[in-house]
């Protein structure tokens, strides 16, 4: 019933910026952590970067240190992706996820659209 809905996504040359939003909608659970993926034509899923709920504790691909940063608005159970300096090998199809207390990855955004041209 608890759904993630992601925004924000788009096309941007190399070193712009985005913002990518993932709000929880529906039913409320106990979020443990949220993070994101994301996975390029092609290509398996790849790690980007996830925050916990409670002491908002990060962690990093290391692809991706130096210029994302994952933020949380525990009030409108929303997590946020800050993308600076994006780089081709930056585009992909960015999905959400959130980690109950009893599950984990127990949900998942609808993804969105990340192009970065050259």
């Known amino acids: 019933q608890a759904q993630l809905v992601e925004s924000g996504g788009g096309l941007v040359q190399a070193g712009g910026s985005l913002r990518l939003s993932c709000a929880v909608s529906?039913?409320?659970?106990?979020?443990?952590?949220m993070g994101w993926y994301r996975q390029a034509p092609g290509k398996e899923p790849q790690f980007v970067a996830t925050?916990?709920?409670?002491?908002?504790?990060?962690v990093y691909a290391n692809s991706v240190k130096g210029r994302f940063t994952i933020a949380r608005d525990n009030a409108k159970s929303t997590v946020y992706l800050q993308m600076n300096n994006l780089k081709p090998e930056d585009t992909a199809i960015y999905y959400c996820y959130a980690d109950s207390t009893s599950t984990v990855r127990a949900y998942w955004g609808q993804g969105t659209q990340v192009t970065v041209s050259s």
């Open positions: 529906g039913r409320t659970f106990s979020i443990s952590n």
């Open positions: 925050i916990s709920w409670t002491g908002a504790t990060t």
